[in-house]
């Protein structure tokens, strides 16, 4: 049977001024699948009825806290297909297993949990639940992130021997979490974000796309992690090498006071027969250059990408697609997957869409990390 309907979201965070909420709904509604029809969108019911009355959502259904949501909906016949979490980290887990145990999905953002030990046992409330569960890696959705995943897969670049992957940002160079500023005040305390600063907040995009790009896995690092700014409690610039299950080397770099960087994500592959390198500043190129052969850039909607870049691509060539575009591709994979799972099938996340694994090894990879730093030595991932 079809499914004619929107698929109905409630979110959790994306409260007024909230950086990523706004986002989740914007990319969730793209593809005229899902629509958002709740919330409980701050810890404040009065900030969580004003972005509810932002978002045209019925006031009934903005509510004051997150477990008032999952309770209420759970109990209605036109309830909540599934539950987003756009919150601070700390609350990723408790809103995750709160709507996984009440029978709903989850998409989350990252990372998956505050702490590596939250992130097993959200593993296990998935595995319990048996429940679809999806992560917004954002970088995953882009077509040319997927055109260099296919490449890697291909072996077109024969073995992988070197890989780099930077995450440059500026905004944290000074200290803008004592003035009040609302995304850096919670990131910079350890209980609201978890121990890991920088590494936890773009370290781990920049882990994720290394290895959902390479289909390689990280087996051993040795990381620094610095707080550059005095007094920062969190590390906020990082530096980290890594060994990778194929024999690769990789240096993964991130930082947050990268003094006039604005997201500065860039991922560069070499293998034993050519290289690709791709920009998210630029994300509607893709630079491939070969061993015995000339430079080659691959364009965002090119008739000769691969069928999965192809499969995510929107606009005719020329048209750029970016952020917005890429974040909504999750949700349309998470939505088709929803519809697939109501109707009986059994794992019907596909592997183009992060996850709970990628959620865990996301987690155990800044948990090492800081292991790494503080011990100052190599350590097994
Ligand atoms: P933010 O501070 O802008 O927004 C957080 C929102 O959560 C606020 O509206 C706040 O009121 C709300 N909130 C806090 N406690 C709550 C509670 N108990 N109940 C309901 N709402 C509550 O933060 P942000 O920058 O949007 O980041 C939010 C999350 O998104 C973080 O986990 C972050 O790592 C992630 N993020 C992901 C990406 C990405 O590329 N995928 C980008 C930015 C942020």
Redo the contacts with the bound molecule.
Sequence with gaps: MAQYRKLRMGM????PG????PVHRIAAELDGKIELVAG????SPE?SRAAGESYRIDPGRCYA??RAMIAAEAQRADRIDFVTI????H??LPVAVAALEAGFPVMS???ATATYAEAIALEQAVAKAGLPYGL???YAGYALVREARAICASGKLGRIRKIAVEYLQGWLSRPIETTGQ??AA?RADPALNGPGGCIG?IGV?AFHLLEYVTGLQVTSLQATLRSVVPGRRVDDDCTAVLGLDNGAGAVLMASQVAAGEGNGLRLRVYGEMGSLDWRQEDPNRLRLRWLDGAEEIRHAAGAYLSDDARAVTRLPGGHPEGYLEAFAVLYREFADALVAWKQGQANPLPATLPGICAGVRGMRFIDRAMTSSQSKSWVEF
Aim: net charge neutral.
């Design positions: 959790v965070g994306g409260g909230a950086f990523i909420g409980a969108f701050s810890q900030r806290d997150y756009a919150t601070p980290n609350l990723h953002d990252k990372p917004t890696h954002t609302k995304q919670w907040d995009h």
